[in-house]
């Protein structure tokens, strides 16, 4: 089984903190969503490699994929249908943002097999939101919770940022508390980080903002946790909590090692066992690519070891951890043998 991931690199507004791949100018979108189609038929993948046909999980993210009309998302989704077989239960993700919500679309994109939505909510505080140069305000965000209810949502994720310079921990309390509440049923919460060359790193350099503070971070993520605990949610991975039996099945498969297939404009694939290749980080180059993609796919092929460190540091990050055993090492199910230990005694990491 496996995934994709579509990176839709258009947003309304530069978020101060946000160092993905993303244009405001939004005149090549529908260049764009045509070379992202076109990738979908004929893929771009590394010589002689079969991909997995089964897909269990779809997932837009980038960027703002909610900017998209549903005419837009539903050529998407049948190009996918079309070239894969996409599991009847899959589990179909599209990143939103607050004011891109309305009860038509939300009714739109169950329509279209949209199962999960992921908001971009950040907090809800006004003051928070201008200062991340959000796009939406704390009445949107409150409100888009209400709509997909009442849309029928079951299932859906927000994503919260802690840390902010200068707001309490009473502030980041009243988040969560509103959050859990409401009994969310998946939250992402991510502490604050400077980014090189972002809005806030700029900012920060020229001392018209204050750097987040480690300890502060460290505090509310202590309160995080404290906090879930307290609601029943499972703190599955260091940013991610559900409520039981709602975890994201997609993301929950990239700290697995399984395959998934990314398209669009610095999108990253990757075959569940060594090889990972990834697309440009650039509309331009993107469209470019599309004509003679070939030429340009860049890929890397994983030793052994590096195979090994990456499960170690992604089964770290998650509540199942790593599992050492006299013979073997036991990393999110996969069983490696002693064999390749002494390869890793060589390793500083080991
Ligand atoms: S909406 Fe998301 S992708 Fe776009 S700038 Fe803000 S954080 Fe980045």
Same mark, same amino acid.
């Given at each position: 089984m496996a995934g994709i991931y579509l990176h839709i690199p258009f947003c309304s507004k530069a978020c101060h903190y946000c160092n993905f791949h993303f244009s405001t100018s939004l005149h090549r979108l529908p260049e764009v969503l045509q070379a992202l189609e076109a990738e979908i038929i004929q893929p771009w993948w590394p010589p002689d490699y079969v991909p997995q046909r089964r897909i269990e999980?779809?997932?837009?993210?980038?960027?703002?994929? $909610? &900017?998209?009309?549903?005419?837009?998302?539903?050529? &998407?989704?049948q190009r996918m249908r079309e070239r894969y077989e996409v599991a009847p239960t899959a589990e179909i993700t599209l990143e939103a943002n607050p004011d891109d919500v309305s009860p038509q679309r939300l009714e739109a994109w169950l329509q279209l097999g949209i199962n999960r939505l992921s908001m971009g909510v950040q907090s809800f505080f006004d003051d928070d939101l201008r200062w991340m140069n959000r796009a939406h305000d704390a009445r949107q965000a409150l409100n888009s919770l209400s709509l997909l209810r009442t849309a029928g949502f079951q299932n859906f994720s927000i994503d919260l940022i802690y840390g902010l310079p200068g707001t309490t921990h009473q502030r980041w309390l009243q988040n969560l508390h509103l959050a859990m509440e409401a009994q969310v049923p998946h939250l992402s919460c991510y502490a604050l980080t400077v980014e090189p060359r972002t809005a806030l790193d700029v900012m920060i350099k020229r001392q018209k903002a204050r750097a987040p503070d480690d300890a502060v971070q460290q505090q509310q993520l202590d309160l995080l946790m404290d906090t879930a605990a307290t609601y029943g949610y499972d703190h599955y991975e260091i940013s991610n909590l559900a409520l039981p039996g709602l975890h994201?099945?997609?993301?929950?498969?990239?700290?697995?090692?399984?395959?998934?297939?990314?398209?669009?404009? $610095?999108?990253? $694939?990757?075959?569940?066992?060594?090889?990972?290749?990834?697309?440009?980080?650039?509309?331009?180059?993107?469209?470019?690519?599309?004509?003679?993609?070939?030429?340009?796919?860049?890929?890397?092929?994983?030793?052994?070891?590096?195979?090994?460190?990456?499960?170690?540091?992604?089964?770290?990050?998650?509540?199942?951890?790593?599992?050492?055993?006299?013979?073997?090492?036991?990393?999110?199910?996969?069983?490696?043998?002693?064999?390749?230990?002494?390869?890793?005694?060589?390793? $500083?990491?080991?």
């Amino acid at each position: 089984m496996a995934g994709i991931y579509l990176h839709i690199p258009f947003c309304s507004k530069a978020c101060h903190y946000c160092n993905f791949h993303f244009s405001t100018s939004l005149h090549r979108l529908p260049e764009v969503l045509q070379a992202l189609e076109a990738e979908i038929i004929q893929p771009w993948w590394p010589p002689d490699y079969v991909p997995q046909r089964r897909i269990e999980s779809i997932y837009f993210g980038g960027g703002t994929p $909610s &900017l998209l009309s549903p005419a837009q998302l539903g050529i &998407l989704l049948q190009r996918m249908r079309e070239r894969y077989e996409v599991a009847p239960t899959a589990e179909i993700t599209l990143e939103a943002n607050p004011d891109d919500v309305s009860p038509q679309r939300l009714e739109a994109w169950l329509q279209l097999g949209i199962n999960r939505l992921s908001m971009g909510v950040q907090s809800f505080f006004d003051d928070d939101l201008r200062w991340m140069n959000r796009a939406h305000d704390a009445r949107q965000a409150l409100n888009s919770l209400s709509l997909l209810r009442t849309a029928g949502f079951q299932n859906f994720s927000i994503d919260l940022i802690y840390g902010l310079p200068g707001t309490t921990h009473q502030r980041w309390l009243q988040n969560l508390h509103l959050a859990m509440e409401a009994q969310v049923p998946h939250l992402s919460c991510y502490a604050l980080t400077v980014e090189p060359r972002t809005a806030l790193d700029v900012m920060i350099k020229r001392q018209k903002a204050r750097a987040p503070d480690d300890a502060v971070q460290q505090q509310q993520l202590d309160l995080l946790m404290d906090t879930a605990a307290t609601y029943g949610y499972d703190h599955y991975e260091i940013s991610n909590l559900a409520l039981p039996g709602l975890h994201s099945r997609h993301n929950s498969s990239y700290w697995q090692g399984l395959p998934y297939y990314g398209f669009g404009p $610095s999108a990253h $694939s990757y075959d569940g066992q060594h090889t990972r290749w990834w697309n440009v980080a650039n509309n331009s180059l993107y469209l470019q690519w599309a004509q003679q993609p070939h030429l340009r796919i860049q890929h890397e092929v994983l030793s052994p070891v590096q195979q090994l460190n990456e499960a170690i540091m992604t089964g770290l990050r998650t509540s199942q951890g790593i599992t050492l055993q006299p013979a073997q090492l036991l990393v999110a199910g996969r069983l490696y043998p002693a064999a390749q230990w002494p390869a890793l005694q060589q390793n $500083s990491c080991w």
